[in-house]
């Protein structure tokens, strides 16, 4: 643990008998900066020479905790700062912004004033280093036309790829260890052969290389070997990102980490999404997909973390350590990092505290129930032979952790409002599974507890499920049609109807809505819309408290769909071909730059993975606020009554969620009862600032009313 003992620089703002009192009454105020603060908040003001400086990030981190703590603020528009509630601990105090070089550290414990010396960066360069991953990323070229004449789907497609479905759905690209070629490369004849050998390290290698060069024809690697070779030589970002603004500067975020420096987190859990006051100040759940079954839990009161070992159901479970290391990584050589059984993607916790989980519980066969010839409802209408994921649930009191068997292979998974805390779930492919779980407490009776229904849309128009036919055939007047695509993504029950909404992936990709019905599966009938241009490219998605289904877009947006404004018939023909209406669409561009000569009428460079929505209000930027995870921002972008604030990450560097939640600790505390928790979720967690053997992260955010309040 490192001490400041002896050495801490002390510079209070004391304003006589006015001062004594403040202090007497557990606040300190700093006299004519109309600042004040409590016993245990940092206060002052940055300057630099060319004045106060607002909008700039303050950032107090100790090691004086199992896990890393670090609190960041935003600066107001006299260049005022306060780091409100922390521990009581010794801190290094320092100062990062746009237009800034880093500060020096100086030592502050709780309860002191500090007025903090900014540094105006010297150059261009120096300034860019610590702008967010977009403003390098988005310096690529793209193609020329004539490039992809051979690829379906020209450059929406390519830039698609380049963005969050693709590329970006597993790192972040942009950041310093991305924007330059790594040591162990740089002996390779061209730094295209330096990129064709870097996507190839690892055990994600052959992931990597797949897309880049079999989906994109190799492409990519001229271009992401021009970028690389820009910077190198000096080039810097032609745009300059602005500083916090507004809401921007009521952000106050803090920073943990948890899990160990191999493992890669998915997602996290904190309460029960329907009411988010469930599990209130407790411990945060984790799912390491693919690199570990020791699964991580962060106890934010405490700042420590732990981890439970999940084991399958079956012993011989595959594992994610039989994938080879295709060339060796430039920072594991030939190390096999991941070792999971379970590969557990997305945690969610119930009405109960319990926390479920999207994981593998056996090999890929299916038992019999859930085949030709088993009597169940669903088996009946659609058997299913191989799945991969399953369910499992974990009690945190007992530690005891259930394996679920499921005919429906799952991925994301949400409860829906409705008596039995139907549990749906997504990546089951041309299935959409769900569990009773009310039943499943009941009996243990996992065959009788679920069910899953094929996609089919009412292509004859009468209103019930008939026998149909598939998408690559035509249309018949007497039956339905199947909907072609890899199934649901995102799973988003309704609030409003009881439906169930879905991401289909697929280029240029569609949303679904799934009806169960009164008597699922024999009931249910689903409806596709197709994504018109200029939006392509659906990942994660959600839905408002007016079932209104906000979407990732690989396109650089934020897709809305409204359901209520389609003028057309929503079932017949028409309909089950998911064309009939573009009017439901509006897009919102995410902020940032685009990609270098891309033609406007594209998006921003920003890749975002998923998309959530604040249906209450738990991130005190409003209620039903679509947010999206902020993939080359650092962070999370909201949609706030039309207009994007920013939750960034300054520090460290290179922060990536996949999916993040709100939680209410204490309704009746404000600001502080209340917030985001966003994981990091990059693959490669040694890729952000630190490097190798820092640890995956865990942000809070909270909105406080003013850059001031403590």
């Not at 989906?215 to 500083?243: H, I, N």
């Not at 009941?442 to 507890?449: I, K, L, P, Q, V």
């Not at 289904?549 to 309909?575: I, M």
Request: with cysteine; glycine share 10%; hydrophobic share 35%.
């Amino acid at each position: 643990m490192r001490s400041h003992r002896g050495k801490r620089v002390v510079i209070a703002i004391l304003a006589g008998a006015g001062w004594l009192a403040a202090a007497a009454a557990g606040a300190q105020s700093s006299g004519g900066m109309g600042l004040q603060i409590d016993a245990d908040d940092i206060g002052g003001v940055v300057s630099s020479a060319n004045g106060p400086e607002a909008g700039v990030w303050v950032i107090a981190e100790t090691d004086a905790f199992e896990t890393r703590y670090a609190k960041i603020v935003v600066t107001d528009d006299q260049g005022r700062y306060v780091v409100p509630d922390l521990p009581n601990a010794d801190y290094e105090l320092w100062v990062r912004g746009y237009g800034l070089a880093d500060s020096a550290k100086i030592a502050a414990s709780p309860g002191e004033m500090h007025n903090l010396d900014a540094i105006v960066a010297p150059s261009a360069a120096a300034a860019a280093e610590v702008y967010p991953a977009i403003y390098w990323y988005s310096m690529m070229h793209m193609p020329a036309e004539a490039e992809l004449a051979n690829i379906e789907g020209g450059r929406h497609y390519y830039a698609n790829i380049m963005r969050n479905n693709g590329c970006v759905g597993c790192h972040q690209l942009g950041q310093k260890a991305t924007r330059t070629i790594p040591d162990a490369f740089m002996s390779m004849p061209t730094s295209e052969q330096a990129w064709i050998r870097r996507v190839q390290s690892g055990q994600a290698g052959q992931q990597m290389i797949r897309p880049l060069a079999q989906q994109l024809a190799g492409v990519p690697f001229k271009y992401l070997a021009d970028w690389t070779d820009r910077v190198a030589a000096g080039e810097v970002p032609s745009q300059t990102p602005p500083r916090p603004q507004g809401l921007e500067r009521n952000i106050v975020a803090t920073v943990r980490d948890w899990a160990s420096e191999k493992s890669y987190l998915h997602d996290l859990t904190t309460t029960d999404r329907r009411n988010p006051t469930v599990n209130a100040y407790g411990k945060i759940y984790g799912s390491p997909e693919l690199s570990t079954d020791n699964f991580p839990i962060l106890d934010p009161i405490a700042n420590t973390d732990t981890t439970f070992r999940a084991r399958p159901r079956d012993a011989d479970t595959p594992t994610t350590n039989e994938a080879p290391v295709v060339q060796p990584s430039a920072y594991w050589g030939d190390e096999r990092i991941w070792d999971s059984q379970m590969n557990s993607h997305n945690p969610m916790i119930g009405a109960d505290g319990r926390v479920w989980y999207t994981a593998r519980i056996r090999g890929d066969e299916t038992p019999a129930f859930c085949r030709e010839g088993s009597d169940h409802p669903s088996a009946k209408l659609y058997p299913v032979d191989r799945t991969g994921r399953n369910l499992a649930v974990y009690e945190p009191d007992s530690g005891k952790f259930t394996p679920i068997d499921t005919c429906f292979s799952t991925h994301h998974l949400h409860f829906a409002e409705d008596e039995n805390d139907t549990l749906w779930t997504s990546g089951g492919g041309d299935v959409v599974g769900w569990l009773d779980t009310k039943m499943f407490d009941a009996t243990g009776d996992a065959a009788r507890s679920q069910g899953w229904a094929p996609l089919i849309a009412d292509a004859n128009g009468n209103g019930k499920l008939d026998p149909w036919v598939e998408a690559d055939e035509p249309l018949d007047p007497a039956k339905d049609r199947h909907i072609p695509g890899s199934g649901f993504y995102a799973a988003m029950p309704s609030p409003v109807d009881g439906s169930v909404w879905g991401t289909l992936r697929d280029f240029p990709g569609a949303i679904v809505r799934l009806d169960p019905g009164s008597n699922p599966p024999q009931t249910a009938l689903s409806e596709v819309y197709n994504v018109p241009l200029p939006g392509y490219g659906p990942r994660g998605g959600d839905i408002d408290r007016n079932g209104v289904v906000w979407v990732s877009l690989g396109s650089g947006h934020l897709g809305e769909f409204d359901r209520r404004k389609c003028t057309a018939p929503l079932n017949g023909p028409e309909a089950a071909m998911g064309d009939h209406c573009a009017e439901g669409w509006t897009f919102h561009s995410y902020p940032g730059p685009g990609f270098v000569n891309q033609p406007g009428s594209d998006g921003s460079a920003e890749s975002s993975y998923y998309s959530w929505v604040d249906q209450h209000n738990v991130s005190g930027l409003g209620t039903d606020v679509p947010m999206s995870t902020a993939n080359l921002f650092d962070g999370v972008h909201a949609l706030v009554d039309g207009d994007w604030v920013t939750l960034r990450i300054p520090y460290p560097l290179g922060f990536y969620a996949k999916g993040f939640e709100g939680r209410i600790d204490d309704p009746a505390a404000g600001w502080k009862g209340r917030g985001l928790w966003v994981p990091s979720g990059d693959r490669t967690p040694w890729l952000k600032e630190g490097g190798k053997g820092t640890r995956p992260l865990v942000v809070h955010f909270q909105t406080r009313p003013d850059p001031l309040a403590h």
